[in-house]
């Protein structure tokens, strides 16, 4: 018989050990879990809480150099133009005129690692999906691409898989690409 891990069962077995290390979470990131829910997660929660908590979706270790780099050095006049800003979906910056041009960045370096096209391709499409959910309407993509020393084998091993679905997905979506970097 198959036993699924319930809210129900979940209060009821608050000592059951979960493995939440091999999930990518830290001892106080797990507290931190039970604290949120007021008992122990059920292993579906504990799954979509590792995804959501990863450095793919929230930056986690990278966050403090970002906020560094970027949102420490924001001048008050800068700050005027920008509507939205570090840690929201895009960026979004008033250009005057009623006008406003919302940007965003993204890093695909691990998802292109291990599938070269699928990797480069979801890069885009994450960048797309959060200047639309800002409002803003896509017209054009860039793309900076990083592989390493050229001769490198996993660079050659990348390099046309990442390049194909970059190019593949903006395409498909009837975007140009107006510039690029490697």
């Known amino acids: 018989m198959t036993t699924y891990d319930t809210v129900e069962n979940a209060q009821q077995t608050p000592d059951e050990p979960q493995d939440y290390r091999a999930l990518g979470l830290k001892d ?7 604290e949120i829910l007021g008992r122990r997660p059920t292993a579906a929660e504990l799954a979509m809480y590792s995804v959501m908590w990863s450095e793919h979706c929230s930056y986690k270790s990278s966050k ?3 906020k560094e780099q970027f949102g ?3 001048t008050p006049e800068m ?18 005129d009623g006008y406003a041009v919302t940007f965003k960045v993204e890093s695909h ?23 639309m959910a800002m409002g803003a309407r896509p017209v054009a993509v860039m793309d900076q691409l990083r592989f390493g020393a050229v001769d490198h084998p996993d660079t050659a091993r990348v390099v046309h898989g990442v390049v194909a ?13 107006i510039g690029g970097e490697t």
């Open 28 to 34: 106080d990131e797990y507290a931190h879990i039970k």
């Open 64 to 66: 403090k150099h970002l």
């Open 72 to 74: 420490a050095k924001t």
């Open 79 to 96: 700050k005027e133009h920008l509507l939205v800003g570090m840690g929201q979906n895009a960026g979004v910056v008033d250009i005057g």
């Open 109 to 131: 370096n691990h998802p292109s690692f291990v599938e070269p096209y699928q990797g480069a391709a979801t890069g885009v499409g994450g960048i797309v999906r959060d200047i």
């Open 165 to 177: 679905g970059v190019g593949g997905y903006g395409n498909c979506l009837g975007l140009p690409n």
